[in-house]
C-alpha cells in the first residue's frame, strides 16, 4: 500500500471511482476534476499494487468551490478541511482504506493547525455506511441542507486536538 498525492495518470481511475459511487457524489468530468483538484489543498490516492484503490480531495477556508455545501461551512467557519471525496474502490472495500486516508488527513490537519473537519453526508436518501463511519471519526451534525426533497445532506464538523 502506497500513500501519495494524486497524480495526473490517476484521473482515469478517480474518474472511474467517482462514476461508481455517483449515487452519493456528485458527478465529475476530466475538466471538473482539474479544476477541483486545483482549488484542493490535500489530494491523495491509496495505490495498491498499480491500482488507485482509494482517494481523497479535501478543501481549506475561502477556495472558489461552487458546492453548495462547502460554501455553507466557508460562510460559518474559518479554520478548517473540507472533505469533498473520500472513495474506495470495491474491490478493497472492509480493508480500513478509509480509516488510513483520514488518519493522513488528520496528520495534516495537526501539521497546518487545522482544528475542524467538515464534511456532508446524506440523510435522503440516507448512506448509512457513511453516517456510521463519520460518527466513528467524532463528527457531529451542525446544519442540514436540502439540494431538492429527495436530496438533503447532514452538515457535520469533527473537532481536532
Known amino acids: 500500500m502506497h ?24 458527478p465529475l468530468n476530466g475538466t471538473q476534476l482539474i479544476k477541483l483538484l486545483e482549488q484542493a489543498i490535500l489530494k491523495t490516492v491509496i495505490e495498491i499494487e498499480g491500482v488507485v484503490a482509494a482517494f481523497l480531495v479535501v478543501l481549506g477556508p475561502k477556495s472558489e468551490y461552487s458546492s453548495i455545501n ?8 474559518s479554520d478548517f478541511y ?8 470495491a474491490d478493497y472495500r472492509g480493508q480500513k482504506l478509509g480509516q488510513t486516508l483520514y488518519q493522513h488527513l488528520i496528520n495534516d490537519a495537526k501539521q497546518n493547525h487545522i482544528h475542524q473537519l467538515c464534511a456532508e453526508i446524506d440523510i435522503a436518501p440516507p448512506n448509512e455506511p457513511s453516517l456510521h463511519f463519520h460518527r466513528s471519526w467524532g463528527f457531529q451534525e451542525v446544519s442540514t441542507l436540502m439540494h431538492h426533497p429527495e436530496k438533503i445532506v447532514s452538515l457535520q464538523v469533527s473537532l481536532i486536538d
Open 82 to 89: 473540507y472533505i469533498d471525496r473520500v472513495v474506495v474502490h
Open 70 to 77: 462547502y460554501q455553507w461551512f466557508d460562510t460559518h467557519y
Open 3 to 26: 500513500i501519495r498525492p494524486i497524480q495526473p495518470s490517476d484521473h482515469d481511475s478517480i474518474l472511474a471511482l467517482n462514476l461508481a459511487s455517483v449515487t452519493v457524489l456528485s
